[in-house]
């Protein structure tokens, strides 16, 4: 085998005609039964393929992950769920296992129902890969996406593998767009769901791109256990690593994106208050620009700390703010050649001391161009 791969697991993709000749459908299944946890958004308008997941892994198993791309399938309705509750039944009949250990993913345009002829010809007719293609899966779930994105790691006697999708409409209440995991160790479903969602919620739920909630954000890890037991905390630790490497790759790679935002907020009064002024800073369009361009207008930086008025505990007297190592607040007069070569990197750390604690948080973005502009401007034509 070319790669290093979880143990146990079938990957099918294939083209099955959503919109294009690009590939739209993936499916990862386990030969074995899998613990199972997942996070999902918390959108009011989630679609269907979201709600169907929410029933399907409630007992903490399932099998396999069934992803459409380039069509969200939300806002249809009674004929959304009643499409999206048979593609898990075709998923199903592939794999010779219940409906009901099939989770769902689907991402694209809103508003659209399925093509249901062409997926209910394709899906039947859909092969495994002679060997598991977690890249070819990685690139079947993307829409905007410029690259698909995948990450292993081993962890004692296991293999755990990582995919992520998601690179606008990206201000996650859990995870990104669509986020992946497979692992053959062997963990009981009480702790893998305590560890994914603590590892969820310092990764993918501190990346931003245009503060736009999606309506299908989905993450899963499905654990199959052919390796046998792993050390809980070892395993937790590189799950976080190999979410962290996603997370920046959507980070950077987002919809017209030319460089990698990093916000990190210490000296706050709680984690809390830390996560909500890196997210000021790191959503405000102005900031975004100004990195956009390379232009040293620190200054947004703290109209962006300014923003969250009902910190009253912050003040501007003893709030310190860098680009880098280089304090740019509260120096009298920073070095704004300086601050415009650190601005000019593909990568721009800003990094804000709050003094009002010891808490500390880091969120991902990424900057604001044209590009991004054109690419939602044009996308359902």
């Known amino acids: 085998m070319s790669e290093l791969n979880p143990r146990g697991f079938r990957t099918y993709v294939a083209n099955i005609g959503i919109k294009d000749a690009t590939r739209d459908f993936s499916l990862v299944a386990s030969d074995h039964p899998c613990t199972a946890a997942a996070v999902f958004t918390r959108s009011r308008f989630a679609g269907p393929s979201v709600l169907l997941s929410r029933e399907h892994v409630a ?20 004929r959304g769920r009643q499409d999206a509750e048979e593609l ?6 592939l794999l010779g296992c219940a409906p009901e250990e099939v989770l769902v993913g689907s991402t694209g345009v809103i508003g659209r129902p399925y093509p249901m002829e ?3 010809t394709g899906v039947p007719q859909v092969k495994p890969t002679d060997e598991p293609d977690f890249a070819a899966v990685a690139e079947a779930i993307m829409t905007t996406d410029t690259h698909a994105k995948l990450v292993r790691a081993e962890v004692g006697p296991a293999v755990l593998v990582g995919i992520a999708k998601g690179v606008g409409m990206m201000e996650p209440d859990m995870a990104t767009l669509l986020t992946y995991y497979f692992t053959d160790a062997s963990i009981p479903a009480a702790e893998l769901d305590a560890l994914f969602r603590r590892v969820m919620d310092r990764t993918f739920n501190c990346v ?9 954000d989905t993450a899963v890890i499905l654990a199959n256990g052919q ?14 690593t190999v979410a962290e490497s996603l997370t920046k790759q959507v980070a950077r790679d987002g919809e ?24 000021s800073i790191v959503n405000s369009p102005l900031v975004k620009t100004a990195v956009h361009g390379s232009d040293p207008n620190w200054g947004r930086v703290a109209m962006a700390v300014g923003k969250c008025k009902d910190d009253t505990d912050i003040d501007p007297d003893r709030v310190v703010i860098r680009f880098g190592d280089l304090v740019v607040y509260p120096e009298a007069a920073p070095d704004l050649d300086r601050l415009t070569r ?40």
């Open 59 to 78: 007992d903490g198993a399932a099998r396999a992950v069934v992803t459409v791309s380039k069509n969200a399938n939300v806002a249809n309705g009674e």
């Open 256 to 279: 017209g994106a030319t460089k990698l935002i990093e916000v990190v907020v210490d000296r706050a009064r709680d984690e809390a208050q830390a996560r909500r002024v890196a997210k």
């Open 227 to 240: 390796a046998g037991e792993v050390d809980l905390a070892g395993f937790e630790a590189a799950l976080y």
């Open 118 to 120: 062409r997926i209910r």
């Open 208 to 216: 931003s791109v245009d503060t736009d909630t999606s309506t299908s």
């Open 88 to 93: 898990t039944r075709l998923a199903a009949e």
């Open 342 to 381: 650190i601005m000019t990197a593909e990568e721009v750390v800003i990094h804000v001391s709050l003094a009002t604690g010891e808490a500390r948080a880091r969120v991902w973005g990424c900057d604001l161009s044209d590009g991004y502009v054109r690419i939602n401007a044009d996308y359902t034509t």
